[in-house]
């Protein structure tokens, strides 16, 4: 089973107001599925983005791939702390 580390959409929120779940998903799921492991959480309009680093680090560790998008999300929280 291959696992990837990406965005899941989550709320009933109005459009234009998109906020995230940094969650674990089987590759093959769809974005809204269900998950293996839920690690954060991401709003694009605030710019906040909180991961439970940790687990991310043990995901990586044993084989899970970060979504192009993720790593950029990173990339940038990184360079703003």
């Keep these: 089973m291959a696992v990837r580390i990406r965005l899941k959409r989550i ?5 234009k ?6 969650s674990v998903f089987d590759e ?10 839920e690690l954060g959480f991401y709003s694009p309009l605030r710019g906040e983005v909180k991961i439970k680093k940790e ?13 192009e998008a ?5 990339k940038k929280a990184k360079k703003e702390e």
């Design 17 to 22: 107001r998109p906020h995230f779940r940094v």
């Design 28 to 37: 093959v799921s769809g974005r809204d599925s269900r998950c293996i492991e």
């Design 70 to 74: 993720l790593k950029n999300i990173i």
């Design 55 to 67: 687990r991310l680090d043990y995901w990586v560790k044993n084989g899970a791939q970060v979504s």
């Design 11 to 15: 709320g009933k929120n109005p459009k």
